[in-house]
């Protein structure tokens, strides 16, 4: 199977369906671990990225949240929140077939708070310049959840 092929035919298999125009495959070597569509519009789930379904399924396949060993590939460069968790995952390589920029004349995305062009822009700002809502309410014992990880896990970044 031809993992770049299959990514493509997922992708338009779930736009006939009435879905969105994204799919994921990941590979160990020529075994297919796992693979999704985007399933946000028939779930009414905002994180039902094609990324994020097949990351779940390959962990849970291979017992590990680490996919150090696996190729993930990608009908479109990811998302911010796909590309956070295939960093989370640590796969070996990721391998996308067109950029934002190709297939923006055809499709957009934009939500409340962000646009895809201009999200890591808006990323970067500190968190009271966003425009999103935030509120910071501290309390002590949200610190002590760490700490009593620490105790009992400990973590070479503890102080």
Same mark, same amino acid.
């Given at each position: 199977?031809?993992?770049?092929?299959?990514?493509?035919? #997922? +992708?338009?298999?779930?736009?006939?369906?009435? *879905?969105?125009?994204?799919? %994921?495959?990941?590979?160990?070597?020529?075994?297919? /671990?796992?693979?999704?569509?985007?399933?946000?519009?028939?779930?009414?789930?905002?994180?039902?990225?094609?990324?994020?379904?097949?990351?779940?399924?390959?962990?849970?396949?291979?017992?590990?949240?680490?996919?150090?060993?696996?190729?993930?590939?990608? #009908? +479109?460069?990811?998302?911010?929140?796909?590309? *956070?968790?295939?960093?989370? %995952?640590?796969?070996?390589?990721?391998?996308?077939? /067109?950029?934002?920029?190709?297939?923006?004349?055809?499709?957009?995305?934009?939500?409340?708070?962000?646009?895809?062009?201009?999200?890591?822009?808006?990323?970067?700002?500190?968190?009271?310049?966003?425009?999103?809502?935030?509120?910071?309410?501290?309390?002590? +014992?949200?610190?002590?959840?760490?700490?009593?990880?620490?105790?009992?896990?400990?973590?070479?970044?503890?102080?």
């Amino acid at each position: 199977m031809d993992p770049i092929h299959r990514t493509i035919q #997922l +992708a338009e298999q779930n736009v006939e369906r009435g *879905g969105r125009p994204f799919a %994921c495959v990941i590979m160990k070597g020529d075994k297919l /671990v796992a693979e999704s569509t985007n399933q946000a519009a028939q779930t009414d789930d905002p994180t039902a990225h094609a990324e994020i379904l097949a990351i779940r399924e390959a962990c849970q396949k291979e017992q590990t949240e680490h996919l150090t060993d696996c190729t993930i590939y990608i #009908l +479109a460069s990811p998302c911010p929140m796909c590309l *956070g968790a295939i960093y989370y %995952c640590s796969p070996e390589n990721v391998v996308y077939v /067109v950029s934002r920029e190709e297939y923006e004349p055809f499709y957009r995305d934009d939500r409340k708070y962000f646009e895809l062009d201009n999200f890591y822009e808006e990323y970067c700002k500190p968190m009271d310049e966003r425009r999103l809502p935030v509120q910071k309410h501290f309390l002590q +014992a949200g610190v002590d959840v760490y700490k009593q990880w620490n105790q009992k896990h400990g973590t070479k970044y503890a102080t």
